[in-house]
């Protein structure tokens, strides 16, 4: 069964470090990952994802991910981190195969990593 | 932009009680998805929806059912809350057609069943 993991329950880091919360995946086959973030109280935000192509996915707020198929691991980093960085962060992965009823795919999401940065 | 809304940040409801949870889009996207959110548990699946009327059982359905009468729309249903329902319920939408799709997330809706 696919499933990703998130080893971290929570990472700190002091503002203008770099920072990166960690994202392991298992499936069959090529995978589809995403990063989310939540800020509080608030629903989850699209990061990035990685489809196929270049190893290094760049999205929004500065963020950016490494695809690396050897060690299974989709990590997300920041080269500098700032305090309204602070928030939950979910990796998630695309089912790899679809509803055979409508062909929908589901996602499977991490258990997410909180992190703080620190002023 | 695409916007998901939930009709409530905050419920409050008893135990056997039946609780409505709403949430609509407006990017006419085919996909609706009803999550719930726990700590340490990361997003669980309930139930998903493809079409109008046409509906799947996500992960955790039991408890729970869903109705989309309208593309906008989707509905969570908890036919008796039970304590154990208490939680954060997430709503996303997405386009549909298989590819790697971004989901767009609601606010949340926060319930506490007594």
């Known amino acids: 069964a696919q499933s990703v993991a998130q080893p971290e329950d929570q990472v700190n880091v002091a503002e203008g470090n770099p920072l990166t919360v960690k994202c392991t995946y298992s499936?069959?086959?090529?995978?589809?990952l995403f990063w989310y973030v939540q800020y509080p109280n608030r629903g989850l935000q699209f990061l990035l994802k990685?489809?196929?192509?270049?190893?290094l996915v760049k999205g929004s707020y500065g963020f950016e991910a490494e695809f690396n198929k050897s060690q299974t691991s989709f990590h997300l980093k920041k080269p500098s981190a700032l305090v309204s960085d602070s928030a939950l962060y979910f990796c998630?992965?695309?089912?790899?195969?679809?509803?055979?009823?409508?062909?929908?795919?589901?996602?499977?999401f991490g258990t997410g990593t909180r992190l703080k940065v620190l002023a | 932009d695409v916007k998901v809304t939930q009709s409530s940040r905050y419920l409050v409801k008893r135990t056997g009680e039946k609780v409505f949870l709403e949430c609509v889009q407006d990017?006419?996207?085919?996909?609706m998805f009803w999550y719930r959110q726990d700590p340490g548990l990361g997003l669980r699946l309930i139930y998903f929806?493809?079409?109008?009327?046409?509906?799947e059982k996500g992960d955790i359905p039991e408890g729970y059912s869903v109705s989309r009468e309208k593309k906008e729309r989707f509905s969570l249903i908890l036919e008796s809350a039970s304590t154990n329902q208490t939680s954060m319920y997430l709503c996303?939408?997405?386009?549909?057609?298989?590819?790697?799709?971004?989901?767009?997330f609601g606010p949340g809706t926060r319930l506490l069943v007594l």
């Open positions: 998630a992965v695309r089912d790899m195969r679809p509803s055979t009823t409508s062909g929908t795919y589901k996602y499977i």
């Open positions: 499936v069959s086959g090529n995978p589809y």
């Open positions: 929806s493809y079409d109008v009327k046409m509906k």
């Open positions: 990685y489809i196929t192509g270049d190893n």
């Open positions: 996303a939408s997405s386009e549909g057609g298989g590819r790697a799709e971004t989901q767009y």
């Open positions: 990017m006419d996207h085919e996909n």
